[in-house]
C-alpha cells in the first residue's frame, strides 16, 4: 500500500509556469506506474498523464501534451507534474495517483491509491 500526498498548486495567470510533487510514502515506489488525474467543477475526472515504474515510459492526454511533463525520482519517491503556457481550462483540483498492478492507463479507474489532491486555479 501506498499514501500519496500532492502539493504545490495555487493561483496563477494564464501562461505562468508550475510544478505540483506528489510524495509517496512506502519502499515499492518504483514498483508503481504513477499519474496525474484532475477534475474541474461539475466534471468527471480526466487523465493528465501517467509515467512508468523506472519513468522510461510517459503517457499525456492531448489537451496537456507539449505543455505539461511528468517526472519522478524513485530515490526521492516523489513524482512531478511540470506544467508551463498554463490555461484557464487547466483549473482543477490535481490528483496524484498509483497503479499497483504492471501497465500503464489513461483510465482514471484504473489507479489504487489516490491522493487528497491539490487545487489550481489559472486567471485568465
Avoid: H
Avoid at 468527471?44 to 505539461?68: H, L, N, P, W
Amino acid at each position: 500500500q501506498v499514501q500519496l500526498v500532492e502539493s504545490g498548486g495555487g493561483l496563477v495567470q494564464a501562461g505562468d509556469s508550475l510544478r505540483l510533487s506528489c510524495a509517496a510514502s512506502g519502499r515499492t515506489f518504483s514498483s508503481y506506474t504513477m499519474g496525474w488525474i484532475r477534475q474541474a467543477p461539475g466534471k468527471e475526472r480526466e487523465f493528465v498523464a501517467a509515467i512508468s515504474g523506472s519513468g522510461g515510459i510517459t503517457y499525456y492526454a492531448d489537451s496537456v501534451k507539449g505543455r505539461f511533463t511528468i517526472s519522478r525520482d524513485n530515490a526521492k519517491n516523489t513524482v512531478y507534474l511540470q506544467m508551463n503556457s498554463l490555461k484557464p481550462e487547466d483549473t482543477a483540483v490535481y490528483f496524484c495517483a498509483a497503479k499497483s498492478t504492471r501497465g500503464m492507463t489513461m483510465t482514471p479507474s484504473g489507479y489504487d491509491y489516490w491522493g487528497q489532491g491539490t487545487q489550481l486555479t489559472v486567471s485568465s
